[in-house]
Nanobody, 118 residues
Framework: VQLQASGGGLVQAGGSLGLSCAAS????????LGWFRQAPGKERDFVAH????????NYADSVKGRFTISRDNAKNTVYLQMNSLKPEDTAVYYC????????????WGQGTQVTVSS
């Protein structure tokens, strides 16, 4: 499984940014794809995930109502639309994948930097 994240950049507080994660190497039926982030000096935190089959989603409380995760099955791509960005959203964002029944995410992308200026 290969995951290629893209779309990071610099944006002002209150702005929007979209991330993409291209997944390859297998079919993803019964898999879950997620986004995590790691700010400098902090642990990697869960942001959102989506089930590949049904498109069920879950979000961290800190991003609910501002971020939207979605997927395009035909393109094998997962997206993270980030609106109303805050400086505390600044982090390296990673996409990850795991079988639905697995406890941990087995596969990780390389990360993309998101910087929100105040």
């Amino acid at each position: 499984v290969q995951l290629q994240a893209s779309g990071g950049g610099l944006v002002q507080a209150g702005g929007s940014l979209g991330l993409s994660c291209a997944a390859s190497g297998r079919t993803f039926n019964n898999w879950m794809l997620g986004w995590f982030r790691q700010a400098p000096g902090k642990e990697r935190d869960f942001v959102a995930h989506i089930t590949w089959n049904l498109g069920s989603t879950n979000y961290a409380d800190s991003v609910k109502g501002r971020f939207t995760i979605s997927r395009d099955n035909a393109k094998n791509t997962v997206y993270l639309q980030m609106n109303s960005l805050k400086p505390e959203d600044t982090a390296v964002y990673y996409c990850a994948a795991r079988p639905t029944g697995a406890r941990v995410y087995n596969y990780w992308g390389q990360g993309t930097q998101v910087t929100v200026s105040s």
